[in-house]
């Protein structure tokens, strides 16, 4: 059973910069696994923020990007700021079957 | 707008059967994959289940692989989620998705429906 990994949780402080990372068990996330990004506030949708490892949609705030970090995939919040405070997911392709990493929940402190 | 309304959620006893369904608005239903994808109560996100835009290719989580069907009505705009031999580890709020038409990630989202299985 193929599992994805990311951090339960990390702080940051408002301004700041934090990055989340995201590891198959299969081993090093490439680009061939198109990764995703996902955000979800309390009693909200997850909303998509980062699709094919690094490109934003339209409505993604600049201070996001996405990249590949030593084998995992990355999400990078730079400037942050309080209302970034949320769950992050990460969703990889496995040829047909997706899976979503546990989620990391992201304070802003 | 894309809009993507679910319905069909409820209350169901262990072993018993639901339908979901996801009415579309805002685009040309029949170009995209859609996805159906669950979160347990105070639990992450997991996905369940895929289709093509011609109904063609389907693919299914492991856990729900036999139980679950998915489809789609282009005429209708309307995605399903067939839920037999429900479980308990099946309660959890569905969503549905639209597939990205850029990779294989889902860019918008309907608000979603509460699916309990208890007895």
């Known amino acids: 059973q193929t599992v994805v990994t990311q951090e339960p949780s990390l702080t940051v402080s408002p301004g700041g910069t934090v990055t989340l990372t995201c590891a198959s068990s299969t081993g090093a996330v490439t680009s061939g696994y198109y990764p995703n990004w996902f955000q979800q506030k309390p009693g909200q949708a997850p909303r998509a923020l980062i699709y094919s490892t690094s490109n934003k949609h339209s409505w993604t705030p600049a201070r996001f990007s996405g990249s590949l970090l030593g084998g995992k995939a990355a999400l990078t919040l730079s400037g942050v700021q309080p209302e970034d405070e949320a769950e992050y997911y990460c969703?990889?392709?496995?040829?047909?079957?997706?899976?979503f990493g546990g989620g990391t929940k992201l304070t802003v402190l | 707008e894309v809009q993507l309304l679910e319905s069909g959620g409820g209350l169901v006893q262990p072993g018993g059967s639901l339908r979901l369904s996801c009415a579309a608005s805002g685009f040309t239903f029949s170009d995209y994959a859609m996805t159906w994808v669950r979160q347990a109560p105070g639990k992450g996100l997991e996905w369940v289940s895929t289709?093509?835009?011609?109904?063609?290719?389907?693919y299914y989580a492991d856990s729900v692989e036999g139980r679950f069907t998915i489809s789609r009505d282009n005429s209708k705009n309307t995605l399903y989620l067939q839920m037999n031999s429900l479980r308990a580890e099946d309660t959890a709020v569905y969503y549905c998705a639209k597939d990205s038409p850029l990779d294989y990630g889902m860019d918008v989202w309907g608000q979603g429906t509460t699916v309990t299985v208890s007895s």
């Open positions: 289709i093509s835009g011609t109904s063609i290719s389907t």
């Open positions: 969703l990889l392709y496995y040829g047909g079957a997706r899976v």
